[in-house]
């Protein structure tokens, strides 16, 4: 007897087909401006993070007791690693929210690319119109991760706990990066943020995987740079695929 299995899609794929994506003819123009958007952006935090992170790492040293003195060499580590990857992937979510009109861009050009439709260029008129729009999205998904982030970080005081604390941080990050990125073919199509989340709790794998990918890339020296545009492009091809073509999905 034969027993098939079918394993879930995984998502990591999507974020190296992003990277081919965008090298594509007639989307290279699109990448430049959130890259360099990019660049600067990342420049600025972490100049500001770096001098702000060494304060506050010499402010918990002085906070262990004299006795728990011999937990310095496997707690300082801890906390460097631990605050290494919130700033990270914080500075990538900020990011994100104010590269969300360039980002919307690249997703609608990227799937009239797979999809062989021709979506005219909107005018400046347009962009300055749909606005308002575009920051309420985003209000929605800072609301649905400031929350649970600011939860998150409370482990990483916690005694034992807080080992566990960056495994935990990084599959929340990978849940969000999915979120933020899917999200702009979505938006896109005027879905609602309640469906963008319903269909990522009916394929977790999927999201996981693909998110995970993303955050990986994040923590990685120029590849960093270049990332968001390669998933915006892996976002949206996945969203063609595994999205667009469901009834109850279809705008």
Known sequence: MIIKTTLPPLGSHYVLEGFRLINQKGLRRFVILPVLFNIILFTLFWYVGFHFFTAFLHWLDGLLPH???????????????????IFAYTFTFVTLLLAAPFN??????????????IIPSPTLWALLKDMPRIVKREIQKLWYYLPRALGLFILFFIPLIQLAAPLVWFLFTAWSMAMLYVDYPMDNHRLPFKTLCQQMRSQPFLYL????????????PFLNLVIMPAAVAGATKLYVEQIRDRPHYRR
């Open 67 to 85: 006795w728990l003195q011999w937990l310095h060499w496997l707690l300082w580590p801890l906390f460097v690693f631990s605050c290494v990857i």
């Open 104 to 117: 919307g861009l690249l997703a609608e050009k990227v799937e009239a690319l797979l999809s062989g439709e």
């Open 209 to 220: 995987s693909f998110g995970a990918m993303i955050a990986l890339f994040t923590v990685i």
